[in-house]
């Protein structure tokens, strides 16, 4: 039997009644805190490798998103600077070429490489000129495909070329511009296609942008490289018009649009002209839309509206009237620049009043009589001057002092005119009900505002006089204009087209489900024409300002 062998302590040990061998031994507390159990090592091997492999993929698919998004970043902003100078040159062209043997400028030569290929040639004079072709005193611009020897991601497939690029060279009077690269990932297997309308033979010779049948517009589509990234080309297009073109194109540039915002409406910070709601405005014949206005985004577009106005004369030197967000669309919108602002085709003159008629009017023959009426006028079946409902004003001058109204009932209104003579309303006309109500041809003047509304129509078909042969002017010199709830009104001008039939001082409404057709033109002076989830067409349009909420407008002739 093997005895065990103790060592000496100290009293103290002892006294505490411990006991220390020579073999070493452990606890039941150093058993537990020894390591894992085998359930724990289990799980964290099946966790783990999950956990990591969620990692890796977030890691990898981060870097793809990046590498793409770093390849589309690089191919836009080679589309914006080709935009910057592409858009400018054909904006300021007289003349374009796609002959490389004449793009010389006479007082200067460019030398592109020996295996480029020319894209475009264009020249502008600096001095008037008739010649077909630049003098020494233009500049001559002209764009070029070269070949280059690198390349930002994979080759073309199937290709062993680097990317080509397009080259911008110049020539100002008597010297030549350092060649700019606008581009430099264009593709190797797609070569920039250039369209001219309307389409005509460029190689033999410069084309005049003006005159017949000159150059409405220019397009150039660039295809860029294959990016193994995204595994795709980018492609984009640009279009522009020349300025020369545009103005011989729609007549009237410089001259009298169908569509003028006045520049009173254009201090810094102000929308002249605002579509938003799906609102909608068309301007035809010819299509020109006015902004006399120097300041930047004078139109803007938001919120679906859309604007469909093939060109836009305005008096920003920028050409940057337009701003179009939150999914608007501007289709034309070609900007002219016309120094001083587009023409007001209307005076600014205040119309004044004639004198009052003499003596007092009065009812004759169930008929009103021409003359001044001092008391209100309630046109509404219960006023006794009638003929089987309808109330009658015989052809001459009326001077309203009190207010006007038609009511209800059926109630027909129609003031006689042969043209030649004018009626005063002093205050408030009201003009309601289910009825119709007659203006002859001639000159009506509201001092107080004029509102028309409920189910009344204005010059309908079955007015018992003409209202189409001849027109009427309605002058409205204080208050508001309304036009609301179901209402029609159909209007025409005093002579022609052209003329204003409504002229309004404080601003016009056309809301709810009322419409409002204009068979000549509207002269807002000193305030906003407001199209509120409604329609109103007319010839000719002159604002302060234009707001469409959910509107429909259409401006122009046939």
Not at 173 to 195: C, E, F, K, W, Y
Not at 410 to 434: I, K, M, R
Request: glycine content about 10%; hydrophobic content about 35%.
């Amino acid at each position: 039997m093997r005895s065990a062998t103790a060592k000496l302590i100290s009293p103290a040990t002892a006294a505490r009644g411990r006991f220390i061998s020579d073999r070493p031994f452990a606890t039941a507390t150093d058993q537990d805190q020894a390591g894992f159990t085998l359930i724990e090592l289990l799980v964290v091997l099946v966790i783990l490798p999950l956990v990591m492999g969620a990692v890796a993929i977030v890691v990898m698919t981060s870097y793809q998103t990046e590498t793409g998004v770093g390849a589309r970043v690089s191919h836009s902003l080679d589309s914006q600077i080709t935009a910057a100078f592409f858009v400018r040159d054909v904006e300021s062209a007289d003349g374009l070429t796609t002959d490389p043997s004449i793009i010389a400028s006479p007082t200067c030569q460019i030398q592109p490489p020996a295996n480029s290929t020319l894209l475009l040639g264009l020249f502008w004079r600096n001095s008037p000129s008739t010649d077909s072709s630049p003098g020494p005193g233009d500049t001559v611009v002209s764009y070029w495909l070269e070949p280059t020897n690198f390349s930002d991601g994979a080759l073309e497939p199937g290709s062993t070329q680097a990317p080509d690029a397009i080259v911008r060279y110049g020539c100002v009077p008597g010297q030549a511009l350092a060649p700019t690269t606008v581009d430099s990932l264009v593709s190797s297997t797609t070569t920039p296609g250039v369209s001219i309308e309307p389409p005509q033979t460029t190689n033999g010779g410069w084309v005049g942008t003006a005159g017949s049948p000159g150059v409405s517009s220019v397009q150039l589509t660039v295809t860029e490289e294959y990016t193994q990234s995204t595994g795709d080309h980018y492609t984009y297009q640009l279009l522009a018009s020349p300025r020369v073109a545009l103005d011989s194109m729609c007549g009237t540039c410089t001259g009298q649009p169908p569509f003028l915002l006045l520049g009173t409406s254009c201090p810094p910070g102000s929308t002249p002209l605002s579509l938003q709601s799906q609102s909608s405005l068309t301007v035809q014949n010819p299509g020109l839309l006015g902004v006399d206005c120097s300041e930047d985004a004078s139109v803007v577009l938001h919120g679906h509206g859309r604007l469909d106005a093939p060109y836009i004369a305005t008096a920003d030197p920028d050409l940057k009237s337009v701003n179009a967000h939150h999914n608007a669309t501007c289709t034309g919108c070609a900007e002219i620049y016309v120094q001083g602002g587009p023409q007001n085709p209307y005076p600014v003159t205040d119309l004044s009043p004639p004198n009052p008629p003499p003596g007092a009017g009065s009812c004759q023959a169930n008929e009103f009589q021409p003359g001044q009426y001092s008391m209100d006028l309630n046109l509404d079946g219960s006023d006794p001057c009638q003929s089987n409902g309808i109330y009658e004003f015989a052809t001459g001058d009326y001077d309203f002092q009190g207010q006007v109204q038609v009511g209800d009932n059926n109630t027909d209104v129609v003031f006689q005119n042969d043209g030649t003579h004018t009626y005063v309303f002093e205050q408030p006309v009201s003009l309601a009900g289910n009825g119709n109500v007659c203006f002859a041809p001639g000159t009506y003047m509201f001092e107080d505002g004029l509102q028309i509304e409920q189910q009344v129509e204005v010059n309908p078909p079955s007015c018992p006089i003409s209202t189409t042969t001849a027109g009427t002017l309605l002058y409205v010199s204080g208050g508001p204009v309304t036009f609301q709830d179901q209402s029609t009104t159909q209007l025409t001008a005093p002579t022609s087209d052209t003329e204003p039939t409504i002229w309004a001082t404080d601003g016009i409404t056309v809301e709810g489900q009322a419409t409002l057709s204009v068979t000549g033109g509207v002269y807002v002076s000193g305030g906003t024409l407001d199209v509120d989830d409604t329609s109103m067409t007319t010839n000719e349009l002159v604002a302060v300002g234009v707001d469409l909420q959910n509107g429909q407008l259409v401006v122009g002739g046939p």
